[in-house]
């Protein structure tokens, strides 16, 4: 687990590729969440709140004894994602704790970073096979069949979000563990990344509509964070006044990765 070091105010660039800017507080402007008449028709648009400090209380017994928190692990077991830790470069990391440390004095923050879903994805817009696109709700996804691995967009993602697949799909998977069917298979040679568990939304959202009810689907990181106790991480529908997500946008401080890229990411960090 790399230590980088992070300024006290925690809005310094973070290992040359991350910066926390773009503090605020208040109303959701839904005029600024959204940006075309496609998404605002949308019903739902999906992000995540995550509390750092809550994480921190949570992640950190795990890394200091080298292993993984339960959300990681939930992430990699949802998604049959495989672990190579003595090949760090082609190791797939759908969802990370990314520990910074202060310039001054002990400060410690950890950063949970996954894909932030952008409202205006670059990977997308590099895209050579249009492999990546983003849905009405919000979710920036991959077509693996249309991949061709040209890794375009791991270069044009400003969060170091995505990985390649370089080895056959059940190569690194744990002996004797059983797989998950319910989400695709990841292919050889293809681009991966975090869903926002796109099966478990889909999912949920046909099960409210049947029921006449708002939905609340809930990822499998955000499960297992509950499952501890913990609520560092809440995923729900901006759309929704009524959403815990929406309650926490609306009630705390939080900031987003490298807000002045204009991608306007998914993701709100409570720092």
């Avoid at 773009?22 to 969440?33: H, M, P, Q, T, W």
């Avoid at 310039?103 to 670059?122: F, K, N, R």
């Avoid at 993602?157 to 744990?174: E, K, Q």
Wanted: glycine share 6%.
């Amino acid at each position: 687990m790399a230590i980088y070091k992070l300024s006290r105010r925690k809005l310094l660039i973070v290992g040359g590729t991350l910066a926390l800017t773009s503090i605020a507080k208040g109303s959701v402007d839904l005029e600024n969440v959204v940006g075309n008449n496609e998404e605002r028709l949308a019903k739902y648009r999906w992000a995540m709140f995550i509390d750092t400090e809550k994480c921190k209380d949570c992640a950190e017994p795990y890394i200091s004894r080298g292993e993984k928190p339960p959300c990681v692990v939930a992430c990699d077991r949802e998604y049959n994602v495989p672990d190579f830790p003595d090949d760090e470069l082609r190791d797939p990391q759908w969802l990370k704790i990314i520990k910074l440390k202060s310039e001054i004095g002990d400060e410690i923050v950890y950063l949970p970073l996954m894909c932030q879903h952008c409202e205006h994805p670059a990977c997308a817009e590099v895209c050579l096979s249009k492999a990546t696109f983003k849905r009405p709700d919000g979710l920036v996804l991959i077509d693996y069949h249309r991949c061709i691995g040209c890794r375009y967009c791991i270069i044009a993602c400003p969060f170091g979000a995505r990985s390649f697949n370089w080895y056959p799909p059940l190569h690194g998977l744990p002996e004797g563990k059983p797989i998950n069917l319910k989400t695709q298979l990841r292919g050889h040679g293809v681009v991966e990344k975090c869903t926002f568990c796109m099966e478990r939304v889909d999912e949920e959202i046909e099960r409210a509509e049947k029921e006449g009810r708002k939905p609340n689907p809930i990822p499998a990181c955000v499960e297992a964070c509950n499952r501890e106790g913990n609520g560092a991480l809440i995923f729900g529908d901006l759309f929704n006044p009524e959403s815990e997500l929406y309650k926490a946008v609306t009630k705390y401080h939080w900031v987003k990765l490298r807000a002045e890229l204009g991608t306007n990411p998914s993701v709100y960090y409570k720092l």
